[in-house]
């Protein structure tokens, strides 16, 4: 169907292009962003006014460029929004606060052994609250919450990713209506994504993808997952699910690896279980860095896994180069930078062997810069990004059947 626009979802597209454009450049006087939007002088003058109403935009200091009275410039209210992010697995959670200038104000992380859902979501909830009494806000001002688990998902009714269906990494999270709950506990907006797409999305607002408009993000955790960034958007596929490289099929299982829930790649990319395995008094909170220590040492079992993952990896990698022809693949997650570059540097001297002839170009692949905070970051961020960032589709004709994408409309949006 093809969808078009008027003249309300111009206007709410244009609010948020000088929004973003203070927030990238400022401080900024009128001149110069009608000057970067290309918006006339007048538009300019009407939309900050109403930024500055609700509270969105302040006035920084007066700019004497030449002649004339100095402008007057402006800069984005970092503490009139927040927003919160949890990244959950089996291991671990970890939530971050953000304020409207993408800084994390409040961190916790907690360790978890397979966490059931009722007791998992009394602990968000009570994060939740902890972080906003350390920032001492009202949660008025707490504009979403961005949950990340590890995937597949499943589309509830209405499109909304309500569900959690991932049957290696939580079983006893099948069908959980996590939106729901969280939302009938907090009466805020929830947001729910997969811990992939969640990094890949950290990674482009927070780390060195954000001037790279087309990536892959690798996502080694709980297991293998991935993230598909292009034209600067996330691209989450039909159910949410786009870029689960975790689940692909494995093609060198031992005849005693070989059961339902061994044959997929993902499973030889347990982190915590691998160093559970090799030192299981170590706290699984630290796995990174145990596993750095191994790789200096030299430890025979986790180089013998290593070489294993190295050999799954590769064929994976050609695969996303093909089919999506990335600028870039970052590799982020849980595992230490020692050994992300050794798999790199494997993939550099395996795949020249496996391309044809022809192809004449590769993407470069990078360890990720946002870290091991990445998908909590990504999820905090979702909620502000969807509420004030130009998206594209903030120039379609809402649809009256249910949509996917988290949705506030903010004070200078609203009709008059």
């Not at 007048?42 to 030449?66: C, F, R, W, Y």
């Not at 707490?142 to 569900?163: H, R």
């Not at 269906?165 to 805020?188: D, K, Y």
């Not at 797409?197 to 950290?202: E, T």
Request: proline fraction near 6%.
């Amino acid at each position: 169907m093809l969808v078009g626009t008027n003249l309300q979802y111009a206007n709410s597209y244009n609010n948020r292009i000088v929004l973003e454009t203070i927030r990238l450049y400022g401080p900024l006087s009128r001149v110069d962003i009608a000057k970067k939007t290309q918006l006339t002088a007048q538009t300019v003058t009407n939309i900050t006014k109403k930024l500055m109403e609700a509270g969105l935009v302040l006035e920084d200091s007066k700019h004497q460029p030449g002649r004339g009275a100095p402008s007057i410039r402006l800069k984005v209210n970092y503490s009139a929004a927040y927003s919160i992010g949890l990244d959950v697995d089996k291991h671990h959670m970890t939530a971050v606060m953000l304020n409207l200038g993408g800084e994390i104000c409040q961190r916790s992380q907690f360790e978890l052994d397979y966490p059931d859902p009722n007791t998992t979501m009394d602990m968000m909830e009570r994060t939740i609250h902890q972080l906003i009494s350390l920032q001492k806000i009202d949660i008025k001002k707490i504009w979403g919450v961005g949950v990340a688990l590890p995937g597949p998902m499943a589309a509830s009714k209405g499109s909304e990713f309500a569900n959690v269906v991932s049957p290696q990494a939580m079983p006893s999270w099948s069908n959980v209506p996590v939106v729901h709950e969280l939302e009938e506990r907090l009466g805020l907006p929830v947001v729910l994504k997969n811990n992939a797409s969640a990094a890949a999305m950290g990674e482009l607002w927070f780390g060195s993808a954000r001037h790279i408009p087309s990536f892959f993000y690798v996502y080694l955790g709980a297991g293998l997952g991935g993230g598909i960034v292009v034209n600067g958007q996330l691209y989450a596929g039909d159910t949410g699910n786009a870029g689960e490289l975790g689940y692909f099929p494995s093609s060198q299982l031992s005849e005693t690896e070989q059961s339902v829930e061994n044959d997929h790649v993902g499973a030889f990319f347990r982190i915590p279980e691998l160093v559970r395995s090799i030192f299981p008094e170590k706290e699984l909170l630290r796995s990174s860095e145990t596993m750095a220590q191994l790789y200096t040492e030299k430890h025979p079992a986790l180089l013998a896994w290593l070489d294993t993952a190295k050999k799954k990896l590769a064929p994976l990698m050609l695969s996303v180069e093909y089919l999506l022809d990335p600028e870039v693949i970052f590799f982020g997650g849980h595992l230490p930078d020692n050994i992300v570059q050794d798999m790199i540097q494997y993939l550099h001297q395996t795949l020249p062997g496996l391309r044809v002839d022809r192809k004449a170009t590769r993407p470069d692949f990078r360890i990720a810069s946002a870290g091991y905070d990445a998908a909590a970051l990504g999820v905090a961020a979702f909620p502000l990004y969807s509420s004030f960032a130009p998206l594209p589709d903030l120039l379609l004709k809402k649809q009256k059947s249910g949509t996917s994408t988290f949705e506030r409309k903010s004070h200078f949006e609203k009709e008059e």
